[in-house]
Nanobody, 114 residues
Framework: QVQLVESGGGLVQPGGSLRLSCAAS????????MGWYRQVPGKQREVVAR??????TNYADSVKGRFTISRDNANMVYLQMNSLKPEDTAVYYC?????????WGKGTLVTVSS
């Protein structure tokens, strides 16, 4: 089992920045990728950014150039979000993809509003 705990969400004005953190614990072992997803009510959860175990990153087109995903050797994964827009408002979820199974955190709410 893998446990994921997200933090760092909150209310921010358009154009502002937030940094999300995800602490992974438990049987992390080898994994294919860690990532951030987001979901708004009535819509499907969508990928925001992923980072592989080889540190290859990929981003949704809507966040390229504004968001940066990173991880460290302490099983932490981060999402630096700059130039935030109202359409970035969502619950953000951390994910660990082990190929045969995926794990999710409970999410952290990001609200971008003036």
């Amino acid at each position: 089992q893998v446990q994921l705990v997200e933090s760092g969400g909150g209310l921010v004005q358009p154009g502002g920045s937030l940094r999300l953190s995800c602490a992974a614990s438990g049987n992390i072992g080898s994994f294919m990728a860690m990532g951030w997803y987001r979901q708004v009510p009535g819509k499907q959860r969508e990928v925001v950014a992923r980072i592989t175990n080889g540190d290859t990153t990929n981003y949704a087109d809507s966040v390229k150039g504004r968001f940066t995903i990173s991880r460290d050797n302490a099983n932490m994964v981060y999402l630096q979000m700059n130039s935030l827009k109202p359409e970035d408002t969502a619950v953000y979820y951390c994910n660990v993809d082990k190929g045969y199974v995926g794990y999710w955190g409970k999410g952290t709410l990001v609200t971008v509003s003036s």
